[in-house]
């Protein structure tokens, strides 16, 4: 089948004041392939983001490493911080929204531990009931992009009154987010807490220990430079992302890609749709 070059337009929204302490990102995707009937696959890394993705006009369908056949993903989907890699496989037009929380802050809107998303993307159906479905059809009855950007924002502002207010550790999971390779002991002094009690914490926050949150954070900065920047030398991606050496750089790829750099390297280069955004770059 020979895949048309898709027309893609991506809107990233400015966040309301009230919703900074809770959302990082909002960014509307609109891709257009025509008529033409497509079956185009992109990786989607581990990650250290908690995300809801809302699936407009078409149902998407994933495939984890290791699986054999790609399953239907559902429209609104929650996903926590993961360290499986998958697939994801797209065959017609579609529109979607991504939500990205700030670190902790899914847990913050659920008010469920993070253990329970972890590594794995759950119907928001599911979890939190049948108002998804409402936001779903006020979503697709949007006539325009800054009306979905609306409805989406005015939901999550509806929900502030029941969203316990950002404490200390959420600010401090904010900066090892962008600062992954600060000590721990830092970390749980800015959330003004026990290195005991901040690791317990994360559990439930992150749905991981901070030091693997960290460990994926790197790889995935590592992963969205060589993504941009094929040409990059094995040495400089491995400085610029933070990594102490090669062997550190290299034995985070086997584990969390489950390919060597050098293979990433090369489906990279034979992927024509990239699902998984650099939303910090955009």
């Not at 056949?69 to 065959?91: D, H, M, R, W």
């Amino acid at each position: 089948m020979n895949n048309p070059i898709p027309n893609i337009n991506t809107e990233q929204c400015k966040i309301h004041p009230a919703l900074r302490s809770l959302i990082r990102h909002i960014v509307i995707i609109e891709a257009d392939f025509g008529n033409i009937p497509v079956s185009i696959e992109g990786n989607f890394m581990p990650s250290p983001d908690q995300a809801m993705f809302i699936n407009l006009y078409t149902r998407f369908k994933s495939k984890r490493s290791g699986e054999d056949n790609f399953n239907t993903v559902t429209s609104c989907t929650l996903i926590g911080a993961q360290i499986t890699p998958f697939k994801l496989l797209v065959e017609e037009s579609h529109k979607a929204v991504s939500i990205i929380f700030q670190p902790g802050g899914l847990n913050r809107f659920l008010n469920i531990p993070m253990t329970e998303l972890f590594d794995n993307g759950f119907s928001a159906s599911e979890v939190i009931g049948r108002e998804i479905g409402e936001l779903l059809d006020k979503s697709h009855d949007a006539i325009s992009l800054h009306e979905l950007d609306g409805i989406v924002q005015s939901y999550f502002l509806g929900k502030l009154a029941k969203i316990n207010e950002a404490l200390p550790i959420d600010f401090a999971l904010q900066y090892l987010l962008a600062n992954y390779n600060t000590s721990m002991d830092r970390i749980a002094e800015m959330a003004c807490m026990s290195i005991r009690n901040f690791e317990r914490k994360c559990k439930e926050r992150l749905g991981m220990p901070a030091k693997m949150y960290a460990r994926i954070a790197r790889f995935h900065k590592a992963y969205k430079i060589l993504e941009s920047r094929p040409i990059i030398s094995w040495t400089d991606l491995t400085y610029e992302s933070g990594y102490y050496d090669q062997t550190h750089f290299i034995k985070d790829f086997k584990e969390f890609a489950r390919l060597t750099p050098t293979l990433v390297h090369k489906e990279l280069s034979d992927e024509h749709t990239r699902f998984q955004l650099d939303w910090d770059r955009m």
